[in-house]
């Protein structure tokens, strides 16, 4: 099973799902989570912007290419809004995986929920941890609940 996690990128929550489903059969992928990488991806591959608009610009159109790509790629899209920011692309990547299909997991805590209902309700699960999710995936693959 290809799985896409997005969203969040300030905790390790990658980490610990991927971690945790050591022994599933799941391929991971994810976005750039150097976030310095990301932002001057453009501008370093295709030269300098002096207005800061276009130096974004190239760097959220060669992301969108990885993101794009890997969503397409997966059978499920995990989606985590963290605490801290406002994940806008990651609103985008849950939207983007409904729109096509995709078997959608949104992770965030309880003070997000209202926030979030419409893309709640575009997901197939919504969960608050990692475990969550890596229990979700053992359910799918194995059809085992957890001990």
Not at 72 to 78: G, L, N, Y
């Amino acid at each position: 099973m290809k799985v896409y996690l997005s969203g969040e990128i300030h905790t390790d929550w990658r980490d610990q799902i991927v971690e945790g489903a050591k022994g599933l059969d799941v391929e991971f992928s994810s976005p750039v989570t150097d976030h310095a990488a990301s932002d001057d991806c453009g501008v370093t591959i295709m030269g300098a912007e002096d207005n800061k608009f276009w130096h974004d610009h190239k760097g959220a159109k060669l992301n969108a290419i990885r993101t794009r790509t890997a969503i397409e790629a997966a059978d499920v899209v995990v989606v985590r809004f963290g605490e801290k920011y406002k994940q806008w692309n990651a609103a985008f990547d849950a939207g983007y995986a409904a729109a096509l299909g995709k078997a959608l997991i949104v992770m965030h805590g309880a003070d997000h929920q209202h926030a979030l209902k419409e893309v709640d309700a575009a997901a197939l699960a919504v969960t608050e941890t990692p475990e969550q999710v890596v229990q979700i995936l053992a359910y799918v693959l194995k059809g085992e609940l957890p001990a």
